[in-house]
């Protein structure tokens, strides 16, 4: 069976996918976050560095994968906006922006309720916390310059510019803690393997799962959004707010 | 409760309560602004969209 790729890439065919697959992953997300906590509370051992504490890392470390993560695939749509000037990529990202700002807030939240108690500060001036800060400026001043431009399709074009000019500072988080003398400690996992407790990591990874299935769900459903709006004089808008 | 013993030493962490509960509530509160405020913007572009298109087609 061949998948007409070029169907969905309409707007209108996309619509009916995104209506249809968001429950799944939402409820998926669900499933995978009541797996993820039970791994998190009563399978993972108590740390012998850390104690107890550590176990904000089945947040915080899910969390900040995702604010970058989702800032490339945001960046991405806005690169693929403005070479072809396809519509439903710039919506995309649109759809994309407060979903990873959300992210970005909790793995700045849950660093400083990790920090104060391993490091005695809710928050220093180091590269990696600092990178982080200026991704989540990033993210809001994106929202915020396609709050702004009126018209959909010039406000496109700049948030995309703005997108794709901030992705430089993704490396530079990622990279932070190799390249300067950082508080914040490396990773944890390196494409070499890993140095955590292989039980600590199936939670983590459970966790981060359940995020991104939780981001596909809530991307879904904002996209429809934009998209009724952006199409609301077309034909097949019309007929779905008649039956809506 | 498993490793736990008791839920009063489950909510007390090992003395790092408020920090473990703190991030876990906070990323619990902002999963759920986030759902409540789409469910809400939701309704309200679909109410809106077609005031609209009935008042344009009049």
Not at chain 1, 207 to 225: D, E, L, N, Q, S
């Amino acid at each position: 069976m061949s998948i007409n790729w070029y169907k969905y890439s309409a707007p209108a065919t996309f619509y009916g996918l995104a209506v249809r697959l968001a429950p799944w992953f939402g409820g998926a997300a669900a499933i995978l976050t009541v797996i993820g906590l039970y791994l998190s509370f009563f399978v993972a051992p108590t740390d012998f560095q850390q104690g107890e504490a550590y176990r904000v890392i089945f947040i915080h470390v899910p969390a900040a994968w995702m604010s970058m993560f989702i800032y490339l695939v945001m960046a991405a749509w806005a690169a693929v906006g403005l070479a072809f000037n396809t519509r439903l990529s710039f919506m995309m990202a649109r759809a994309l922006a407060p979903t990873g700002a959300m992210f970005t807030f909790v793995a700045l939240w849950t660093g400083a309720f990790w920090g104060k108690p391993m490091w005695g500060a809710w928050w220093v001036w180091d590269a990696r916390l600092t990178s982080e800060l200026i991704l989540l400026f990033l993210y809001v001043g994106i929202m915020a310059l396609w709050a702004a431009i009126d018209d959909p399709r010039r406000g496109d074009k700049a948030g995309a510019l703005l997108a794709l000019i901030g992705a430089i500072n993704v490396p530079i988080i990622y990279f932070s803690v190799k390249w300067w003398n950082t508080l914040h400690q490396g990773s944890s996992i390196k494409p070499s393997g890993t140095s955590m407790d292989e039980v600590m990591l199936a939670g983590m990874v459970v966790m981060a799962i359940a995020a991104w299935f939780y981001t596909i769900a809530v991307v879904f459903v904002r996209v429809r959004r934009i998209i009724l709006e952006r199409e609301r004089h077309t034909e097949w808008v019309k007929h779905v707010l008649e039956g809506a | 409760m498993m490793e736990w013993g008791s839920w009063s030493a489950f909510w007390a962490m090992g003395g790092y309560g408020l920090y473990v509960w703190g991030s876990f509530a906070m990323t619990a509160l902002a999963i759920a602004v986030e759902v409540v405020q789409l469910r809400q913007a939701g309704r309200q572009t679909l109410q809106q969209l077609k005031r609209l298109n009935k008042w344009e087609s009049e």
